[in-house]
């Protein structure tokens, strides 16, 4: 079965600290990637996405992510994190042609110290 | 324009009691998600609704059902609850591109 996995639940770092979450995915086929964020108390936002073309995706608010076919893998980065950053984070994955529906990692909560 | 919009906020059921949550789609879409998100975990899929027919459905029991409208709302009904049903219960509606806007949410609590 197709799954998600996210190696970090919980981070925590300091402000103007580089962030780098992992995910990792078990599909082989092809697959659009996304990363979503919730902030205290809001809804799920789309934070960035990858469909084709360059692996190297940017999003909002300076993140960016690097979609590596060979490893299975979508990792999310930013090279300075402001405590504003500090909210959870979630990986997720389609299988194209097969399906429309997104199927979510665990999340990693992000706490930023100011 | 309005996002997704879930109502009720929060919701507190009996076990054994049935409970309808809504889902009114952003504007121009016409695909509705709904997820189930328990503490702890990442949102589960539960169905996909796409012109008034149930077009996907995740790993839940029949207990769950749901509806979409021709005006693309969605109601999403769970019958005998069980204490492990409470969870927060995002929809989404996308259209097209998959790319899937969600609402804030219905927290469920079985007491």
């Known amino acids: 079965a197709q799954s998600v996995s996210q190696h970090n639940h919980h981070v925590i770092l300091s402000e103007a600290a580089s962030l780098e979450l992992g995910c990792n995915y078990s599909y082989g086929g092809t697959v659009n990637l996304f990363w979503y964020v919730q902030y205290p108390g809001q809804h799920l936002q789309l934070l960035l996405k990858y469909f084709s073309g360059d692996p190297l995706v940017k999003g909002i608010k300076g993140f960016e992510a690097e979609f590596i076919k060979s490893k299975f893998s979508f990792n999310l980065r930013k090279p300075s994190v402001q405590w504003s950053d500090t909210a959870e984070y979630f990986c997720?994955?389609?299988?194209?042609?097969?399906?429309?529906?997104?199927?979510f990692g665990k999340g990693t909560r992000l706490h930023i110290l100011p | 324009d309005a996002g997704v919009t879930q109502s009720p906020t929060h919701l507190i059921k009996t076990r054994g009691q049935q409970v309808t949550l809504r889902c009114s789609p952003k504007s121009g879409h016409d695909t509705v998600s709904w997820y189930q998100q328990a503490l702890g975990q990442g949102p589960q899929f539960i169905f996909q609704y796409y012109e008034e027919e149930e077009r996907q459905r995740g790993n839940f029991p029949d207990r769950f059902s749901g509806h979409q409208f021709p005006n693309y709302s969605s109601e999403l009904n769970v019958n005998a609850l069980l204490l492990g049903d409470s969870a927060l219960y995002l929809c989404?509606?996308?259209?097209?591109?998959?790319?899937?806007?969600f609402g804030q949410g219905t927290r469920l609590t079985v007491v």
């Open positions: 997720a994955v389609n299988q194209v042609n097969r399906d429309d529906k997104i199927i």
């Open positions: 989404a509606s996308s259209h097209g591109t998959l790319e899937a806007f």
